[in-house]
């Protein structure tokens, strides 16, 4: 098995990118791979090689972001609400369609909601989309494509 410094820097790229792509602050997401690694190191006994060490740690990844949510519900600051009076009009048409959009894209069934959210939102590559679900690279352009058709359907609803 590689040493853990090896791991870490061959995983922690993909292990930032999946946190990103779930909360959309790089903060948050930098602060949560840390806090993967300390998990993975803890349980790295527990690791039996069934799958791959990626899949492995994005697993601990999701858990950690989950005991973070449960610990620190979201909530908005009033000042980071302030909208200019002269945008405001803008902002919410704006704000509207983006709201639908991604209305539409958490409805999507599974893989390719999770597929579409790494690879939009975690700017990840085929290759890492593949690699965390233990498929090809092929599977995940395929899968991407197929949910952006069907959200094109959706939104033309």
């Not at 409805?107 to 939009?120: C, Q």
């Not at 085929?126 to 094109?152: C, D, S």
Request: with cysteine; glycine share 4%.
């Amino acid at each position: 098995m590689q040493s853990f410094d090896e791991i870490y820097q061959q995983h922690a790229k993909t292990v930032y990118k999946y946190l990103l792509s779930l909360t959309y602050q790089a903060d948050l997401a930098e602060e949560l791979t840390q806090e993967t690694f300390y998990q993975a190191i803890r349980t790295i006994d527990r690791f039996d090689g069934t799958c791959r060490i990626s899949t492995w740690l994005c697993g601990i990844a999701k858990n950690v972001l989950l005991t973070y949510r449960r610990k620190h519900p979201q909530h908005e600051d009033i000042d980071d609400l302030a909208i200019p009076v002269e945008s405001a009009e803008k902002a919410l048409v704006e704000s509207a369609e983006r709201v639908e959009l991604l209305k539409k894209l958490h409805a999507l069934a599974e893989p390719y909601r999770e597929v579409m959210y790494l690879r939009i939102f975690g700017n990840l590559s085929f290759r890492e989309i593949g690699a965390i679900h233990e498929k090809t690279e092929n599977w995940a352009r395929v899968t991407y494509y197929r949910g952006k058709e069907k959200l094109r359907k959706e939104l033309e609803k």
